[in-house]
């Protein structure tokens, strides 16, 4: 599956998405977070040039740097990570958020993202 495929299943909620699991499930899918979110760096690097969005990503990418946050925040989210788990997640979906409506990396370009 290509990232633009795996973005839109995500964005929409499909069976199995981590943003399903998230919602119904009060589930955080480390794993699937791991698909997602290298999933939306590499399409980051890949529209950085684009002068025009696609709508549905641009309300993707909004939408998880939203959401997650908000959602997870409520003390009844289950938490078995540790607290800076979260935290770097959180920050991570908002960073890409910034990428992808700039066009640029917050970071230097010999920056290496760290596994999460």
């Known amino acids: ?3 633009l495929e ?3 299943r995500e964005f929409d ?3 199995g998405s981590f943003l399903i699991q998230l919602r ?3 589930h955080w899918d480390q794993q699937a977070f791991s698909r ?3 999933a939306m760096r590499r399409v ?3 529209q950085e040039t684009n002068e025009r969005l696609d709508r549905w990503l641009v309300e993707g990418f909004w939408y998880m740097a939203d959401f997650v946050p908000s959602h ?3 003390p009844n989210f289950p938490r078995p990570e540790q607290p800076q788990y979260y935290e770097a997640a959180i920050e991570r979906l908002h960073d890409l958020q910034n990428w992808f409506v700039t066009g640029r990396s917050p970071y230097l370009a010999t920056y290496t993202w760290p596994d999460l």
């Open 72 to 74: 997870t925040s409520h």
């Open 24 to 26: 119904c499930d009060l």
């Open 13 to 15: 909620a499909e069976d």
């Open 44 to 46: 980051c690097a890949e």
């Open 36 to 38: 997602l979110e290298q």
């Open 1 to 3: 599956m290509d990232d």
């Open 6 to 8: 795996l973005l839109r």
